[in-house]
């Protein structure tokens, strides 16, 4: 018996050495398996750098942090691993690499060294998106809508029903289709007032202006804009394009001044109502001379369209470099793979420099035209974005052509800056460095 037990002993202590082993060296193993997902965000390495945004806010929705790699390889993603994050980016094409918790650290301390342009932010939480658009099928379409829809990242619908409800308080981001916030139908009367589409346009205005208790178009688009103007002093975040941007601050200088002709509202504008208009509350322009001819399709001498004498084949722009660590906001909104964005045209499709607040950043600029593509400013305690033309990957998209197949543009430059500024709500706030 003796025997049998010193034996079966000694086989216990040899089976408990091996397991305590065995312990120690999945401990000592743990960290070099750790890992993370790195989405590169570069020319070479990313073949789908739209839907890389999509994967990122999908990340987030599941109440998961991200690192923005702020000028790391075109602006690259750090996400924790996980295999259902591995199979999401497989089905949606986005390519991505597994890297181990040291290459990782070694990524990041190479990001905080002050010799480096470069910083990691990060994400918190997938904001919540609005896009302000009427209901039906306009004969044109809008960029942000078609590229949050190929990147799968959800938004909300809403109008001046909503808006003068009160209800943009629910969203982090507002986009502003192309629209004509000052009461003039986008303009479009000299090419298209007999169009069945714009006649019905115009019915469809007056009635909902009637409806929630406007005399005219003009007023309840200036109560909007107000209401707009007030989110963003609060502190939301606007992105508007094309005409949606210089007809937005047009109508909030034109605040208790009739600059409509009779085809629009019925009744005369105001006699030099030039002279009347005021800069003060405008967001982004100053100075600005407004189009009184009806039929000519202009607004004002905000946009640069009427007189740009640029080649179609070189027609660019490039995107300003910031200092990542000291400028976090322009530098997240610059992202790309590429310095030099292909130009597109639209109904106000630049900005003539001279009309551009001083306080306003110019973050994309063709500076041979003297014009700006791409603008940012603060306002009270939120943020608006200004991106002149119409589509990124339409040149000169005209009235019923047909919409952009991103499919076929699945690393646009110029669709990346739109996805940059929904993603920048969800950046932790830092105390300015300045």
């Known amino acids: ?48 750098h739209l839907k890389a945004y999509g994967i990122t806010y999908w990340t987030l929705a599941k109440q998961q942090k991200v690192k923005w790699l702020l000028n790391y390889r075109g602006g690259s993603f750090l996400l924790p691993d996980t295999e259902e994050l591995q199979k999401e980016c497989k089905i949606r094409g986005v390519s991505f690499e597994v890297i181990s918790d040291a290459k990782a650290e070694s990524i990041l301390a190479e990001i905080e060294s002050p010799s480096q342009n470069m910083e990691a932010v990060v994400l918190e939480k997938a904001p919540k998106v609005a896009v302000y658009t009427p209901d039906g099928t306009a004969p044109w379409d809008d960029a942000v809508t078609m590229v949050l829809e ?61 409806d929630l208790g406007y005399d005219k178009v003009s007023q309840e688009k200036l109560a909007v804009a107000n209401k707009i103007s007030d989110y963003v002093i609060g502190g939301g975040f606007m992105f508007a394009m094309c005409s949606a941007t210089d007809s937005f601050d047009i109508a909030l200088s034109a605040e208790g001044v009739d600059i409509c002709e009779p085809m629009f509202d019925g009744d005369a504008s105001d006699p030099n109502y030039q002279s009347r208009i005021s800069f003060e509350r405008t967001f982004a322009f100053q100075d600005f001379i407004l189009e009184k001819n009806p039929a000519r399709y202009e607004f004002s001498s905000i946009d640069t369209t009427p007189y740009r004498r640029v080649n ?36 106000t499709t630049a900005y003539n420099a001279e009309q551009i607040k001083p306080q306003v950043l110019v973050m994309g600029e063709n500076k041979a035209n003297g014009e700006a593509r791409y603008i940012h400013g603060v306002k009270g305690k939120g943020f608006f974005t200004f991106y002149g033309g119409h589509d990124p990957e339409d040149y000169q998209h005209r009235v019923g052509d047909p919409k952009t197949e991103l499919r076929l543009h699945p690393t646009s430059p110029g669709y990346r800056l739109i996805l940059n500024n929904i993603l920048f709500p969800a950046a932790k706030k830092k105390k300015q460095k300045t």
């Open 150 to 210: 190929y990147a799968e990242i959800p938004y909300t619908k809403i109008y001046d029903r909503e808006v003068l409800a009160d209800e943009l308080v629910l969203y982090d981001w507002l986009h502003l289709h192309h629209e004509d916030f000052t009461g003039q139908y986008g303009k479009f009367y000299g090419s298209y007032r007999a169009a069945p589409w714009y006649i019905k346009d115009k019915q469809d205005a007056e009635a909902l202006a009637a």
């Open 312 to 347: 179609a084949d070189t027609d660019y722009f490039s995107l300003k470099s910031f200092s990542a660590k000291w400028d976090p906001v322009p530098t997240m909104l610059c992202q790309n793979h590429t310095a030099l964005v292909k130009g597109f045209m639209g109904q």
């Open 1 to 48: 018996m003796k025997t049998n037990f010193t034996y079966s002993n000694t086989s216990s202590q040899a089976r408990l050495r091996a397991l305590l082993i065995g312990v120690l060296l999945f401990a000592f193993t743990i960290p070099a398996m750790a890992s993370y997902v790195l989405i590169p965000m570069d020319a070479d390495s990313q073949k789908e």
